[in-house]
């Protein structure tokens, strides 16, 4: 396999799994484009590379900036915008978990603090069962939370030495 189609099989292969992560295909074909670029790329470069439409791309690379996964850098002399994205993967899944936890766990820790605060005395044992549901889930989504925060601040190399040791044990 060459290293053209090894690169295009890794743009595919970040696109198709996107989904999976609750990004579309397209956005996860940019970033992964970025990713394996040596230069910064032009918004042009990418839709001729990926065969976007001009607004197709700008959407994507404006919510990759969004998501704190690509930057915008100009050149000297050019009236075009460039783009690269973080190399660093340790970087990207943080960057990707601190996203997801914003957009997805919070909500729910929200939700769940309101809530707790029902009164269930009135309601029998279908009250109890309820509350006692909510305060369970309520404590493992704080506990996710406090994981989720314990990686954010994590460097990469104190996280997997101790995931590696629970995982030893």
Excluded: C
Excluded at 37 to 66: C, Q, Y
Excluded at 116 to 130: H, L, P, R
Excluded at 143 to 166: C, G, P, Q
């Amino acid at each position: 396999m060459t290293l053209f189609e090894a690169k295009n099989l890794f743009i595919e292969a970040w696109g198709s799994i996107s989904s999976q992560w609750g990004i579309n295909k397209t956005m996860a074909q940019v970033h992964a484009l970025l990713m394996i670029s040596m230069e910064e790329m032009s918004t042009e470069d990418i839709m001729e590379k990926l065969s976007v439409s001009r607004g197709n791309a700008n959407m994507n690379l404006r919510d990759l900036i969004n998501w704190g996964l690509v930057r915008k850098v100009f050149k000297p002399g050019e009236r075009r915008e460039f783009f690269v994205a973080e190399k660093d993967v340790w970087k990207i899944a943080k960057q990707i978990a601190k996203i997801r936890k914003a957009k997805e766990l919070d909500p729910v820790i929200k939700l769940l603090e309101q809530l707790k605060d029902i009164d269930v005395t009135q309601e029998g044992e279908d009250g109890k069962q309820f509350y006692k549901l909510i305060v369970d889930v309520h404590r493992l989504t704080l506990n996710l939370d406090k994981l989720m925060e314990a990686i954010l601040k994590a460097d990469e190399s104190w996280f997997w030495d101790r995931v590696l040791k629970l995982l030893v044990r």
